[in-house]
């Protein structure tokens, strides 16, 4: 079955500093990723999608890639700000039909001013 | 407009009884998942309605679990006989088609459960 690995270290960066998280998936080939921020005592909210055939999306200081070849997306976060500091969790259609999508278990970002 | 709303909010009750939480989706949209997060964890996938198609259940922990969706708009998710390890915050999630069509979840506020 898929799986879906998102380093669960919390990754503590410098405010102004590029925040780089990754997800890395295996055994399938998801026609799509998304990112999603969750902060704490709340739902997850969509930041990006990036599908199989985009290499790379941009959304203000947010960019998402995606490698289909190296099973990855990389998440990054320029010119991090306090504000930014939140878990983020990647998400993928499960196989098969894509009527659901299975979560990461997300990364914890903390930028530190 | 409105989001997706959940209540109650918080809801504490005694190992051995029965729980209901609520879900109202945003008007329109098809799609609707419940998920569950414990404390630390990621997003624990319990089931998904699409439409009028029969619902995908197959996240369902026990038999103890179920959930029904009323005139395509508002869900209900009952736990029987709740034991502790129920404890954790249920998450709902509507999206205007289901996931095929790549659309974003918008996820309610979540209820806190916590079975003692």
Redesign the interface.
């Known amino acids: 079955s898929q799986k879906i690995e998102q380093n669960s270290e919390a990754l503590n960066i410098q405010e102004g500093k590029t925040a780089t998280l990754t997800c890395n998936y295996t055994n399938y080939s998801p026609?799509?990723l998304?990112w999603y921020r969750q902060d704490p005592?709340?739902?997850?909210?969509?930041l990006l999608?990036i599908?199989e055939n985009e290499k790379e999306k941009r959304k203000e200081r947010l960019k998402v890639t995606f490698d289909t070849t190296l099973k990855q997306s990389l998440f990054h976060i320029t010119a991090s700000q306090p504000a930014d500091s939140a878990t983020y969790?990647c998400?993928l259609?499960?196989s098969g039909?894509?009527?659901?999508?299975?979560?990461?278990?997300?990364t914890k970002l903390q930028v530190i001013p | 407009g409105a989001g997706?709303s959940q209540s109650p909010s918080n809801k504490v009750t005694e190992k051995g009884k029965d729980v209901e939480l609520r879900c109202d989706p945003i008007s329109g949209h098809t799609a609707l998942?419940w998920?569950r997060q414990s404390l630390g964890?990621?997003?624990e996938?319990l089931i998904?309605f699409?439409g009028n198609s029969a619902p995908?259940k197959s996240g369902l922990p026990s038999d103890r679990f179920s959930a029904e969706r009323t005139g395509g708009s508002v869900s209900t998710l009952t736990i029987q006989r709740t034991q502790q390890e129920d404890s954790a915050v249920y998450?709902c999630?509507s999206s205007l088609q289901?996931?095929?069509s790549?659309n974003?979840?918008?996820?309610?506020?979540?209820t806190r459960l916590t079975v003692l």
């Open positions: 026609a799509y998304q005592g709340r739902g997850p909210v969509f999608l599908r969790l998400a259609p499960n039909g894509y009527q659901k999508v299975t979560f990461g278990t997300g | 997706v998942y998920y964890q990621g997003l996938f998904y699409q995908d998450l999630a289901g996931a095929a790549y974003e979840q918008f996820f309610g506020p979540g």
